[in-house]
DNA sequence: GTGAAAGCGCTAACAC
DNA sequence: GTGTTAGCGCTTTCAC
């Protein structure tokens, strides 16, 4: 690999001088600086990133904490993320973690030891100590999408009960008393979906039975659908299902087709997400949109200002969501 | 950040001494070694590897270059990559670029810089210059699911051709005569399923008809909804579909659905690629089945292997397919 | 067994 | 304007 030494040798100049060249600084008298950009592009010099950011002491790279079993939002979301950080600067290393403690460990080694400007979370830890480790390294950290409590971290969400308070309301609104629930068990939106069903249930007078409510171990289609087959097998049978999120709701609907139900004539199916295929679906479904460009955007913008020490916003960025009425639900009748 | 040397300071031996330890070399005393060990854990020591690799030479780290705007298939690819890689000793570092020449010059600066120890592209590269320019920098490259011609890097992949050509004669075998495509125009894969489809129209006996293919832009299911609905509006009509990927079918399923036609009674609809979701859709796609899982540990491991330099295979692997029916397709009646 | 010293590629003070 | 020098954190000879 060309260094900046080869090329200082062969332009009869100082390092110094190529470097300022490199990084266009300014004192190079134009001519020199000439001959050090020929050079440069006829050897194919490009800068050794591990020795900058050795000098530098930064690193120019936002780490980006995923799960290894990302859906179709989060990998959505990530993409959002990389190209907004990307355009300030920033490269993005990401890293997979399982939803394990030994897993999340080996991840805050990692990242500890890549010496980041800066993490982006889009994955809520089971550990606590996890998000203290990192603290006290005061490293920049941004949760997307999702807080912590007790956790001075900035972060990037919408609010999730309301949400799910209003894709509940929309079944309610469209006739329907029994309504069930396709329910994750993992990180907190899923709680926080829960009680904004129960709570437009509540609102409405109805009562929160958990004989409606199946929890699945993770969220994808094949959980939707394993759900929605032990919902449809108990004794008191919903006329809408909430699924909590829209690959949950693939999985439930493949349940009910399998059953020979449609939808949404026998049965209303609401997502929460808006993935990109949910509008391409047969029927499409009707979901809780988030904005999520606009939400991938503020995550990274936050942490670039963050790095730059010039942030002067704090706590956390509550970002509005859309009901989008689709074909998957419809009124009882 | 606690570095070597204050490790050294406290212990009162010098950083050779921490250095071995933490590199688990031999020659330290027990003793000696404990009292480090401790030191490290308390306080949080991990080594910097921007410094490693810099007197090492070596990063450790295998760049992943994949489209910006990969799909299922890829994804799950490049999951099982980091994965393979990751208990192979490597970190993995993404590459999102776009499908134009900038972002691809652009990449390849980047990966540059990096001093990667191999690339893996998940992506093919518009401009052919940008594998010469690896291969100058004599750094091992393994493609997968794809090939180059006349480039000399190792390949991993399956018979794109006899594949599309194996969906094509299902159809045949159910009957179809009047068989469409909707077809992508990026990536090699593109003509080679055409191919594929081609040659099994000919060998059937029928012709191939321009007016039954139809082209799009990218391989999203909104594509694959534009591509049915304009195969249509067509003066002949299929009675069959072959979507180059699951997402064109799932679109193209979807155009069904809005035109009134029922899936596979009225049209059957043949995708490619098995990906997760679809088995789980209503009703769940007919597909080729491309072995990712042992496809992306092959790549892992002839990258492995190749910085090893104790690759003894060469050329491409080639992987077997399945033909995976399910509802999307029945017999023409 | 352990330490001293050199050096990986780069940048930033400081001289000149 | 340009060169010299030191040093980022680490590993690895080479002495001892």
Redesign the interface.
Known sequence: ?TSIKDIAKIAGVSPSTVSRVVNEKKYVKPEIRERIMALVEEL?Y??????R??VLKR?FTVGVVIP?TFN?FQ?QLF?II??CLESNGF????F?VKWESESEMKCL??L????LDGIIMIHEMARPDFYE?LS??SIPVVLCPFSHEGLSSRSVHIDEEAAARAATEHLITLGHREIGMVAGLHFSFAAQRTAGYRAALEGAGLSYDEGLVVPVGSY???D??LGMRALLSRPRRPTAVFAQTD?LA??A??A??EAGLRVPQDMSVMGFDDI??S??????LTTIRQPIFEMGRETAAIMSRLIAEEDETEGAAIFGFELVVRESTQALG
């Open positions: 690999m194919g490009v800068p050794n990133n591990a020795a950011s050795m690193t290894d179709m990998r993409s990389e190209r490269r993005t290393m990401f997979f080694r990692r500890l030891a890549e010496n480790e006290q390294r994808s289609a094949a939707g659908r690959e693939i999985g609907v493949r009910l087709y990109d295929i509008a391409h679906l047969s029927p499409s």
